[in-house]
C-alpha cells in the first residue's frame, strides 16, 4: 500500500494529511514557525511528516509522494518561497528553500509538486468540490489575505514561476493602503481579514474594552445596524466587485468559487450584494451566464489542495467516490 501527503502551509498554521487509496489516516496541525534560520518552514515540515510516518509505523518507502500547498510567491523556478505572511514577519528571510530540502530528505524517487494555495485550491474543487464538471472556472479566497487560482479550458494556469493568478494583489485602489508585497492599493490590503480590522480601527471602531476588533466583530457590528460598519462592508464589496470583474474580463469562467473564513462565515452579508456589483458593472458580453457558489471543500480545502497534485487518476476517482475527508474518523493532533 502506498501513502500520500498533502501539506499545507500558511501564514498562521502548516498542516500535513496522510492518505490512502480510500481514506484519510492522519491529519497534523501546528503553528507556522516564523523565527530562526532561513530553513525553519521546511524543517518544521519534515519533521511533522516524520512525525505522522511514525504514528503510522510506516517508513519513507512507503510514501507515494508529497504534494505541498502554500502562501506564495514563489522563486527559482517554483523550488524556493517568498511569502509576505511568512517571509520578513519577525525574521530576515528573503526566500525559504524548499523543494531541494524535501527531495534530499524523502529522496528523489517520490512524486512532488509544490503550487500556490489558492491555485492549488481551484485544483481540489475541480476534482473533489464544487468544481466538478466545470473546465473553465477561478477559485478565490477570501481570508487572512486574498488569493485565487484558474483553470481554463481544463488546463491549471500557473504562470513561469507557479505565481499566476494573485488576484489579492490586484491594484483597485490609486495610492491605496501600503500592501505586504510593496505595492499600494491592493484589494489584498482592503478586504482581507485582517485589512478590514485595520480598516475598522482607523474608522474609530473599537470593542466595549476599547480594543481592536477583530474581523468577526466588525460584521458583528455589521448585523447591529452599526452605520460605520455597514459603510465599510459595503465599500469593502464594492472593491471585490471591482477585483471579480477583472478577474471575469481576464479568464472568461463558467464558474467562480468562494472560499475562505471571512467569505463562508459572512456568506450572507456578502455574496448577493458582491454578485450585484458584479453584474452591474461589469463587461456583460463576458460576464452574463457566470455562476458564483460556495466552496464545497470549506475548511477541507487546503487539506485537499496538496493531495489533488499528486494523485493518481485512478486513486482521484476513488476519493471522488468515496469522499473521506466527509468522515469523522481520522485523528486531528495539534503538534
Known amino acids: 500500500m502506498k501513502y500520500y501527503v498533502g501539506v499545507d502551509i500558511g501564514g498562521s498554521n502548516i498542516r500535513t494529511i496522510f492518505g490512502t487509496d480510500t481514506k484519510i489516516l492522519l491529519k497534523l496541525v501546528s503553528p507556522t514557525r516564523k523565527s530562526g534560520p532561513v530553513d525553519t518552514v521546511v524543517s518544521q515540515v519534515i519533521e511533522m ?37 511568512i517571509s520578513g514577519v519577525g525574521n530576515d528571510w528573503k526566500d ?40 473553465n472556472l477561478v477559485y478565490v479566497t477570501i481570508s487572512t489575505g486574498v488569493g485565487g487560482g484558474i483553470i481554463a479550458n481544463n488546463h491549471l494556469v500557473e504562470g513561469k514561476s507557479r505565481n499566476a493568478a494573485h488576484v489579492g494583489h490586484l491594484v483597485v485602489e490609486k495610492g491605496g493602503d501600503l500592501c505586504g508585497c510593496g505595492q499600494r492599493g491592493c484589494i489584498e490590503s482592503i478586504a482581507s481579514g485582517k485589512a478590514i480590522a485595520r480598516r475598522a480601527q482607523e474608522r474609530g471602531l473599537a470593542n ?74 461589469s463587461f456583460q458580453a463576458i460576464s452574463k451566464g457566470v455562476k458564483f457558489v460556495e466552496s464545497e471543500l470549506k475548511d477541507f480545502v487546503g487539506d485537499l489542495a496538496g493531495l489533488s497534485l499528486i494523485f493518481p487518476e485512478e486513486i482521484t476517482q476513488l476519493w471522488q467516490k468515496l469522499k473521506p475527508w466527509t468522515k469523522t474518523d481520522f485523528p486531528i493532533q495539534e503538534v
Not at 469593502?236 to 477585483?243: C, D, H, Q, S, V
Open 208 to 281: 466595549p474594552e476599547g480594543n481592536r476588533l477583530t474581523t468577526k466583530e466588525v460584521f458583528d457590528l455589521y448585523r447591529q445596524g452599526e452605520p460605520t460598519a455597514q459603510a465599510l462592508i459595503h465599500e469593502t464589496i464594492e472593491y471585490l466587485g471591482m477585483m471579480f470583474s477583472g478577474i471575469i474580463s481576464i479568464s472568461d469562467p463558467e464558474l467562480i468559487i468562494i472560499g475562505g473564513s471571512v467569505f463562508i462565515n459572512n456568506k450572507d452579508i456578502i455574496m448577493d450584494r458582491l454578485v450585484d456589483y458584479v453584474m452591474k458593472n
Open 49 to 85: 511528516i516524520d512525525r505522522g510516518i511514525n504514528i503510522l509505523q510506516i517508513t519513507k518507502t512507503d510514501l507515494f509522494g508529497i504534494g505541498t500547498s502554500s502562501a506564495s510567491p514563489f522563486v527559482d523556478g517554483g523550488t524556493r518561497i517568498w511569502t509576505p505572511n
Open 96 to 135: 525559504i528553500p524548499y523543494m531541494i530540502p524535501l527531495k534530499s530528505h524523502f529522496g528523489e524517487h517520490l512524486v512532488y509538486s509544490l503550487a500556490n494555495d489558492c491555485v492549488s485550491s481551484v485544483k481540489a474543487e475541480q476534482l473533489f468540490g464544487a468544481g466538478q464538471g466545470y473546465e
